[in-house]
């Protein structure tokens, strides 16, 4: 009996080394088609009803979308509690946070519902409906349109597909393309919009490791934080009111202490933002030597500056936590990227492909006739680079670069207003659309840094740009400046009334457009805007084309692969994928292993430093090893742990959910080694990584003391 324990032992070791990822982020209302009978296989005591059902409760109901398809969530009570990701709360949780009170530091939790915390502007989607309208769409097309053609119909006869479905509802219907435009699905929604701030963890936990730890493995970061749905009193969205109550959700996932071990399955549900992984060899090409080089040329000398400022004091650390976090995220990712798609040979794997569809289009006349194109389509729009080239230093260095131009391009609409109608009702909407923001944008804005930020992305611009798609002011610069862009933003920041919100009250009071004539910053932004449209017109002359190519393409590689289940690019729709929990071999004489635990902290601290600062208390906790029913059966705390999901960015705070629908940790990241996921999944090394559901219950218990939470839970041992 020992012999065969020891064999069973040694193959579970052997196939978690070995195992493969199961590709695909599957749309959850097919998968009873397509899916559920390896589902089964692999553990699944579900039925797919269960997972999703248009007339019954079912877990699609207890995920959400929130903020329309940035980050994922799920309903964990009665009472429309909601859990996801500390980095997903990271921007309320900064906007509540003053020196007074650092929520960002110390964290936060409401112990009663009235000290929740509202968000204006956040929200949470449920998938209500779901339907395939391909049927309706594609015959009322034909291959004589031209693309503009093309789009425009569907887009009428979406419209009304839209209007039928949400007509006499508060429901929102969208119709998307799926499969390159080669399929059309039909998604309703009931969005919910007062939704309130419950529960954080302290930073130094919540993104514990920072940017040094951000994509990798191991990981021990208690990577969440929690709201709440709050609705009118007849159970609908409605306005923030302190007349709303808690939302009785359809259904919310109970909770178990029992964790999960080698092989488990696993599967998610969430709302991934955007994969590419129809993108052919040409496009991938581009993504490395234009996309990729581009932001983070431009992201490092943005971050740099930034973090010079948040260093100078507290307040100034809150300022632009939210700023720095969402810069740096991307900016290792696409390093990260550019390696895994070279180290993976990821554009000979897709000529592959390619030139096995070639051959199988021109075995056949009619194919030929039908797909011939796609290739050489999709090859001539990535010819001429230098345009595409300037888009993306544009976006990067202008556009999300320093924030004032496109602050200040808001009041192009009032200077118009000014031109046409002095004293019209006209001026007066115009100037409090850009007066009503006023406090929000000056809040978290230090003019000076902004300054230092343009100064630096305006000399990156010039250097990577070609000069016919400089701006008309850097001509300005060279000729007066000796080319001086920190000369020059030094003066255009202090002439400007953009310069403080004291000069902009000012103007507002007795706005004049010969003020806005004469204005820097204001002109300046006039000229990056104009062009980034000329920029724009010269890209849009193969957009068209790429489209079309791109479309040819995957509605042949489908009909050439007619026995393959093929799943959508994600597009911010629900979808599910399911794996198992296991370890993995990134790289020759390396295995890492599951799971984590909390001793991770405490081999981790590096006392000083902001990405490893470990919280007196927990260390406290840890020594005792109070770790209360939330240990496993060896008595430790496991903090994270790994399995095969197929994940991307929007699936960040998504359910990992065991074979019987209980929930045993949240999605957070995805693992160095496999960047190019969202281009090209690598079945091999892909993983994703997720917070233990356990480790989350510890903190809010022990470290938080918020019993107020735990009792509302379904917990189950």
Not at 187 to 192: A, G, I, L
Not at 228 to 240: Q, S
Not at 298 to 319: A, G, L, W, Y
Not at 424 to 434: F, K, M
Request: glycine share 6%.
């Amino acid at each position: 009996m020992k012999r065969f324990l020891v064999l069973v032992a040694f193959l579970q070791v052997l196939l978690a080394g070995t195992a493969k990822a199961d590709e695909g982020m599957w749309l959850p209302a097919l998968i009873e088609k397509l899916n559920i009978s390896q589902m089964q296989k692999l553990g699944l005591a579900l039925t797919p009803e269960e997972i999703y059902s248009i007339n019954h409760s079912s877990l699609k109901d207890a995920v959400v979308s929130l903020d329309h398809g940035s980050c994922t969530a799920e309903l964990i009570s009665t009472e429309g509690l909601l859990l996801t990701n500390h980095h997903c709360g990271f921007d309320e949780i900064q906007q509540h946070s003053t020196v007074e009170h650092d929520y960002l530091k110390d964290g936060f939790w409401a112990k009663t519902k009235e000290e929740e915390l509202p968000n204006p502007g956040k929200s949470a989607s449920f998938l209500v409906n779901f339907e395939d309208v391909t049927s309706k769409i594609i015959p009322e097309l034909n291959d004589n349109m031209t693309e503009d053609e093309r789009s425009n119909k569907v887009r009428e006869i979406s419209s009304k597909i839209q209007k039928e479905a949400s007509t006499d509802s508060h429901y929102d219907a969208r119709v998307q393309p799926l499969y390159n435009d080669n399929k059309y699905y039909l998604f309703v929604y009931e969005t919910f919009r007062d939704i309130r701030l419950v529960g954080a963890p302290p930073q130094s936990m919540g993104k514990f490791g920072g940017d040094t730890d951000n994509w990798m493995w191991p990981r021990h970061t208690a990577d969440f934080s929690m709201f709440r749905i709050y609705c009118g009193k007849d159970g609908k969205p409605a306005a923030y009111s302190k007349d709303n109550v808690p939302y009785k959700p359809k259904h919310h996932l109970p909770i178990t202490l029992k964790g999960y071990e080698l092989n488990d399955f696993a599967m998610i549900l969430g709302y991934p933002g955007t994969t590419n992984r129809f993108k052919t060899s040409y496009g991938i090409d581009h993504t490395m030597k234009v996309t990729n080089p581009a932001r983070i040329n431009v992201r490092s000398e943005k971050q740099r500056i930034m973090k010079d400022f948040m260093h100078t004091s507290q307040k100034s650390k809150i300022m632009y936590s939210s700023k720095y976090a969402v810069s740096s995220n991307y900016y290792k990712y696409s390093i990260g990227q550019n390696m895994g798609l070279k180290s993976l040979n990821v554009i000979d794997q897709k000529k592959q492909l390619e030139d096995k569809f070639t051959q199988w289009v021109n075995a056949d006349e009619v194919r030929k006739g039908k797909y011939g194109e796609a290739l050489h389509l999709i090859a001539d729009s990535y010819k001429n680079v230098e345009d595409e080239i300037a888009m993306e230093y544009m976006m990067e260095a202008m556009v999300r670069g320093p924030e004032i131009f496109y602050f200040t391009y808001r009041t192009r609409p009032l200077y118009d207003a000014l031109k046409a109608e002095k004293n019209s009702e006209r001026v007066n909407l115009a100037s409090e659309r850009v007066k009503d923001g006023l406090d929000e944008f000056f809040k978290d804005y230090d003019p000076k840094t902004d300054q230092k930020i343009a100064a630096a992305l305006f000399s990156v611009y010039q250097k990577n740009v070609a000069p016919q798609y400089h701006p008309p002011f850097f001509h300005v610069v060279k000729a007066k400046y000796g080319n001086d862009f920190e000369k020059y933003t030094q003066e255009l920041y202090a002439k400007s009334v953009f310069g403080s919100q004291e000069k902009l009250v000012a103007f507002f009071e007795k706005p004049k457009a010969k003020v806005l004539e004469k204005d820097p910053i204001f002109q300046a932004s006039l000229e990056i805007f104009r062009m980034m449209r000329l920029i724009g017109n010269e890209n849009d002359k193969t957009t068209a084309a790429l489209e079309k190519g791109n479309r040819l393409f995957v509605g042949g590689l489908m009909e050439m692969e007619k026995d393959k289940n093929f799943y959508p690019d994600a597009n911010s729709s629900m979808r599910l994928t399911y794996g198992s929990v296991g370890d993995y071999i990134p790289r020759d004489g390396v295995k890492y292993k599951y799971y984590t635990t909390l001793r991770g902290y405490i081999e981790k601290e590096i006392p000083g430093d902001d990405e490893f600062t470990v919280p007196d208390k927990l260390k406290e906790l840890y020594e005792a090893k109070d770790f209360g029913r939330y240990a496993d059966q060896n008595g430790d705390l496991r903090t994270c742990f790994i399995t095969n999901n197929d994940i991307t960015g929007g699936n960040s705070g998504s359910p990992v959910i065991n074979a019987r629908g209980e929930l045993i940790g949240i999605a957070f990241d995805g693992n160095w080694e496999a960047m190019s996921g969202d281009l090209a999944f690598e079945n091999e090394i892909q993983k994703c990584i997720n917070v233990d559901i356990r480790f989350v219950l510890w903190v809010i218990d022990k470290m938080a003391g918020a019993n107020n939470l735990i009792d509302e839970m379904t917990i189950t041992n």
